[in-house]
């Protein structure tokens, strides 16, 4: 599944620490991410979304703006995950674990939200 990290989702997990590494799960079960923090610049809210859209990426962020662009603006997606509550040491599990059991529903254009003892879905349509 090819999927895009916003910016405020930490991808790497740096040397000796145990945070971050949203970026390791997925990729090493197989799935093409890229992390909007490598970009040069922040476009915003709208053109990553966009973007996501246009490469089919879902999109993984920790942001409630990317549902409101999508729903109340009703802005073309390809599917929003947002992970609510998680310590950056987990978000790559909880990542990963949504993706394999939702990415269908993802891929449809679904807006899921990911919490540690909660998952909430709005189809898309």
């Known amino acids: 599944m090819k ?4 910016t405020c989702v930490p ?3 740096p040397p000796g ?3 971050g590494g949203t970026k390791n799960d997925p990729v090493s079960a197989g799935h093409d ?11 915003g809210d709208e053109e990553i979304l966009a973007y996501a859209e246009r490469e ?9 703006d990317f549902g409101e662009l ?7 997606h390809s599917g929003i995950m947002r992970l609510v509550n998680l310590p950056a040491k987990e978000q790559g599990a909880f990542c990963l ?8 529903v993802l891929s449809d254009g679904a807006i899921v ?3 540690r003892n909660r998952v909430r879905i709005r189809e898309s349509g």
């Open 11 to 13: 991808w790497h997990r």
């Open 113 to 115: 939200t990911v919490e």
């Open 33 to 43: 991410v890229i992390w909007t923090g490598d970009w040069e610049k922040d476009p």
């Open 17 to 19: 620490q145990v945070w």
């Open 56 to 64: 089919g990426r879902v999109l993984v962020t920790l942001d409630k």
């Open 70 to 76: 999508a729903i109340v603006f009703d802005l073309p």
């Open 3 to 6: 999927v895009l990290l916003d």
């Open 97 to 104: 674990e949504a993706l394999k059991r939702y990415g269908k």
